[in-house]
């Protein structure tokens, strides 16, 4: 009973802190409709260069930005915008037009955009 006891306690923190995985497909479904006027079809960014003479900030290549980042932030950046990771305004939470699940879908899928950009 005591080794069982000890294996819980081991265990439970690793339990509460896992995060949920996503389906890849579905988060580029979402990616797709929701993100890809901002970040490109390839997380390339928008080429501000193109769209105005003094852009007021760059839209990151999520392709190169994204590794660097814990799935966390990636989460939280998506479900609560920019300000909520100390970042821009100009990326908008997103908590009220997707669940939780559809979220880290689009995570799962944003970790795919390196691969796809080779």
């Known amino acids: 009973m005591a080794g069982l006891t000890l294996?819980?306690?081991l265990l439970l923190p690793c339990l509460l802190y896992a995060q949920p995985t996503g389906d890849t497909k579905k988060g580029e479904e979402i990616y797709v409709e929701k993100c890809t006027l901002c970040h490109g079809s390839r997380g390339e960014g928008w080429d501000w260069?193109?769209?105005?003479?003094?852009?007021?900030?760059p839209v990151p290549d999520l392709a190169k930005t994204a590794p660097g980042q814990s799935d966390q932030f990636l989460f939280d950046i998506i479900k609560g915008g920019g300000e909520a990771v100390g970042k821009t305004r100009l990326m908008p939470p997103f908590s009220f037009l997707l669940s939780d699940k559809e979220i880290w879908d689009v995570v799962a899928y944003i970790r795919t955009l390196g691969a796809k950009k080779k």
């Open 49 to 57: 260069s193109k769209k105005v003479e003094q852009p007021p900030i």
């Open 7 to 9: 294996l819980l306690i």
